[in-house]
Nanobody, 122 residues
């Protein structure tokens, strides 16, 4: 069983900052890519930022220069530092991980957290 648990969401004023964390636990062999997605009310889930195991990153255009993704491969955690937050960043943020479980080290599987809500007031 693999679990991803997010934390760090909340209510913040525009221009403020938040740091999201996601911890992976359970029976897995190796985590490859990790990422953060978000889903605003009435909209589709979208990629916010991704990071490979060796630290290569990519960002949605809307968050470039404001958000920073990082990870700790020893602790099996991924973080999202969000600065200069805007009301349009309001959404539920989901952690995602691609990994090999200990039961099957040949198949790359996709796991999601339950989400953490971020609300940015104007």
């Amino acid at each position: 069983q693999v679990q991803l648990v997010e934390s760090g969401g909340g209510l913040v004023q525009a221009g403020g900052s938040l740091r999201l964390s996601c911890a992976a636990s359970g029976s897995f062999f190796r985590i490859t890519a990790m990422g953060w997605y978000r889903q605003a009310p009435g909209k589709q889930r979208e990629l916010v930022a991704g990071i490979t195991r060796i630290g290569s990153t990519n960002y949605a255009d809307s968050v470039k220069g404001r958000f920073t993704i990082s990870r700790d491969n020893v602790k099996n955690m991924v973080y999202l530092q969000m600065n200069s937050l805007k009301p349009e960043d309001t959404a539920v943020y989901y952690c995602n991980a691609n990994l090999y479980t200990t039961q099957d080290i040949t198949t790359l599987r996709d796991y999601w957290g339950q989400g953490t809500r971020v609300t940015v007031s104007s």
